[in-house]
């Protein structure tokens, strides 16, 4: 069974910084291109950053492209999010998605960062 | 970036009804090479989303029967021919053709 667990969540202040992770089992981890996107509180989904199997090519939405990192480590199948210089706006649930061509097929629960 | 508007925001459905929801991208998701990158999702409260459909019309694994999509170019449906009282949630609709993915407001349906 395919499972995706996010964690690392939590307050932060403006400007302040919080690394999130997505441990991932019941697939092959590193075959596979993973994405973070975001659900503001009451809002709908946006996109944040996708990397490839292997880590070399990493790609991210303008709103956060210097300030957020995404990283992998396939021994520990495990993808992360750095995120920098948070902002107010950056408060939402940030979800691990498993890319499947042209779609996410697996979603995890979500990890929940509020920056106030 | 590519713009999803769904239609209705909301919907109140009877059960064994059926229930339609559409979506329409500001441009066209068909690719090169003849694939057409339209999903939907529902979000069932308190969940995290799960994929119903994808390619249009590709029904995810395990997924009912009743869930049905359609459309081309711009402009695409989904269809439940008998709403359950388990299909509660929102549903939207997402962009795959390229980065960044998209998607629609969501569609809140309630029995």
């Known amino acids: 069974e395919v499972q995706l667990v996010e964690s690392g969540g939590g307050l932060v202040q403006p400007g302040g910084s919080l690394r999130v992770s997505c441990a991932a089992s019941?697939?092959?981890?590193?075959?596979?291109?993973m994405h973070w996107v975001r659900q503001r509180p009451g809002e709908g989904f946006f996109w944040v950053s996708r990397?490839?199997?292997?880590?070399?090519?990493?790609d991210y939405a303008d709103s956060v492209a210097g300030r957020f990192t995404v990283s992998r480590d396939n021994g520990m199948s495990t993808m992360y999010l750095q995120m920098n210089s948070l902002r107010v706006d950056d408060t939402a649930t940030y979800y691990c998605v498993r890319d499947q061509t042209g779609t996410g097929d697996y979603w995890g629960k979500g990890t929940l960062v509020t920056v106030s | 970036d590519i713009v999803m508007t769904q239609t209705p925001l909301s919907l109140s459905v009877t059960p064994g009804q059926a229930a339609s929801i559409s979506c329409k991208s500001s441009q066209s998701l068909l690719n090169s090479v003849g694939k057409t990158y339209l999903s939907w999702f529902l979000q069932k409260p308190g969940q995290s989303p799960q994929l119903l459909i994808h390619e249009v019309s590709r029904r995810f694994s395990g997924v009912p029967a009743r869930f049905s999509g359609s459309g081309s170019g711009t402009d695409f449906t989904l269809e439940i021919s008998r709403v359950e009282a388990e299909d509660v949630g929102v549903y939207h609709c997402?962009?795959?053709?390229?980065?960044?993915?998209?998607f629609g407001q969501g569609t809140k349906v309630e029995i």
């Open positions: 019941g697939f092959t981890f590193s075959t596979s291109w």
């Open positions: 990397i490839s199997d292997d880590g070399n090519r990493k």
């Open positions: 997402m962009s795959g053709l390229s980065l960044p993915w998209t």
